[in-house]
T-cell receptor, first 117, second 115 residues
Framework: DSGVTQTPKHLITATGQRVTLRCSPR?????VYWYQQSLDQGLQFLIQ???????AKGNILERFSAQQFPDLHSELNLSSLELGDSALYFC????????????????FGPGTRLTVL | AQSVAQPEDQVNVAEGNPLTVKCTYS??????LFWYVQYPNRGLQFLLK??????LVKGSYGFEAEFNKSQTSFHLKKPSALVSDSALYFC?????????????FGAGTRLAVHP
């Protein structure tokens, strides 16, 4: 158990809908990362938040957004869902913000499996 | 651009034999390299990382990895494989440009350990 929790474990929804995925980082970690794992794209970095502020952005679609709250939990919002958004979404956390020289280990949650029908 | 390659989709090994899962990398600057393992219906578990120092890095569950700068490789090894080691293994490099901490993952290698 990494100490990172994600809810829900599974989510089944229809195209065009909107969903929210939730992540609680390990105690003491200030950074939260979101990754998407799909069969065709593999594991892709989406976005990072550090202490409530967006820190880095990856291949995140405009239909997707995230935020980190004062209690450091994070939510990933996916809207106007398409079949291709079906994937496993992971949250990870680390202590620091990852600046140059940062060597933080990222610890991953169990993931949320999203199925879009 | 930072990248990692895992040249083998699958590695098969008999229980008790040594195992190697290969990873090569391409980075500008010093590489920060990681290995993670994913069991079915589970998240990624951290195994080990190379930041600097000794080229042989020891990690969890008896795994180790050898960093080779001249060959730009970071192969994962274990002296004696267990059936319970069967899983999906990912090599990752930290995305240095911009100084951010995002991980860039390889495609993964499925390890099958046979009794």
């Amino acid at each position: 158990d990494s100490g990172v929790t994600q809810t829900p474990k599974h989510l089944i929804t229809a195209t065009g809908q909107r969903v929210t995925l939730r992540c609680s980082p390990r105690s003491g970690d200030l950074s939260v990362y979101w990754y998407q794992q799909s069969l065709d794209q593999g594991l892709q970095f989406l976005i990072q938040y550090y202490n409530g502020e967006e820190r880095a952005k990856g291949n995140i679609l405009e239909r997707f957004s995230a935020q980190q709250f004062p209690d450091l939990h994070s939510e990933l919002n996916l809207s106007s869902l398409e079949l291709g958004d079906s994937a496993l979404y992971f949250c990870a956390s680390s202590v620091g913000r990852g600046g140059t020289g940062g060597t933080d280990t990222q610890y991953f949650g169990p993931g949320t499996r999203l199925t879009v029908l | 651009a930072q990248s990692v390659a895992q040249p083998e989709d699958q590695v098969n090994v008999a229980e008790g034999n040594p195992l190697t899962v290969k990873c090569t990398y391409s980075v500008s600057g010093n590489p920060y390299l990681f290995w993670y393992v994913q069991y079915p219906n589970r998240g990624l578990q951290f195994l080990l990382k190379y930041i600097t120092g000794d080229n042989l890095v020891k990690g969890s569950y008896g795994f180790e990895a050898e960093f080779n700068k001249s060959q730009t490789s970071f192969h994962l090894k274990k002296p004696s494989a267990l059936v319970s080691d069967s899983a999906l293994y990912f090599c990752a490099v930290r995305g240095i440009p911009g100084g951010y901490n995002k991980l860039i993952f390889g495609a993964g290698t499925r390890l099958a350990v046979h009794p």
